[in-house]
């Protein structure tokens, strides 16, 4: 993005203001200073202060929402893949990040947002939101088993809070379950399901509360409607 109109869109100045600043000698990129109108900068990368005060997009809050396809890692970089969600949201300018996370072969919906706040609060143990999977496993669970998984597992030497689980489709050699769980372990669904003896064939994250992938396509985001914003603020 060239410089000026990074800094109008800060709220620095407008565009022909912000040339005016730049030609004064009061903007630094990366500890430099920059006197050349036309520079790019990356505003995910490059640190940009006007009179040595760092400036940022992120005033403007934005809330997305990802489906997610399998084979993306939820992290920002990642050394072994070279597939990261943000790839699928390119148009944005605000430094998102993903609020919590799923796995590599974990496709469905993933909130995204700059607004620190509201991702720590959504991951936070103690407000974990109900999220719920749809997953495809090995066989078809007895009721026992299926009751095992609802009342709490021993997994990683802690017992998981009530959950739900229903069977949706039953297979030959395999079944389709719908789970909805309320706390946010690392591959928590994939031990639940392992533990019960149904290790997960296919795992999709459908919703997260009263958010709903609907039919957003694979590998395509939205923007939160107000609506669905105020919801979250609110839990
Ligand atoms: N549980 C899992 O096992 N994987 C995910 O990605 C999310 C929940």
Not at 188 to 200: A, N
Request: charged residues 35%; proline residues 3%.
């Amino acid at each position: 993005m060239r410089l000026q109109k990074y800094m109008a869109k800060c709220g620095v100045a407008s565009r022909r203001k912000s040339e005016k600043i730049i030609l004064e000698g009061r903007v630094t990129v990366n500890g430099l200073v920059v006197k050349e109108l036309g520079t790019i900068i990356d505003p995910n990368k490059d640190i940009v202060k006007v009179d040595n005060k760092e400036i940022q997009i992120e005033k403007n809050k934005v809330y997305i929402m990802l489906n997610k396809p399998e084979g993306y890692v939820t992290t920002l970089k990642d050394k072994h893949s070279d597939k990261i969600v943000l790839d699928l949201i390119k148009s944005i300018e605000e430094r998102i990040f993903p609020v919590g996370r799923l796995d590599l072969d974990t496709s469905g919906l993933l909130l995204m947002t700059n607004d620190g706040d509201l991702a720590y609060k959504l991951t936070h143990p103690s407000h974990e939101v109900p999220k719920k999977y749809i997953a495809l496993v090995e066989g078809v669970p007895n009721n026992k088993k299926l009751n095992r998984f609802r009342k709490g597992l021993k997994i990683d030497g802690r017992v998981t809070a009530e959950a739900y689980v229903k069977i949706v489709k039953r297979y030959k050699d395999s079944s389709v379950l719908k789970i909805s769980i309320h706390e946010g372990r690392n591959r928590q669904v994939r031990k639940m399901c392992e533990y019960i003896k149904h290790p997960v064939i296919k795992l999709k994250r459908v919703a997260i509360g009263e958010l709903n992938l609907d039919n957003l396509e694979i590998g395509k985001w939205r923007y939160l409607t107000e609506k669905e914003v105020k919801y979250l603020k609110k839990l």
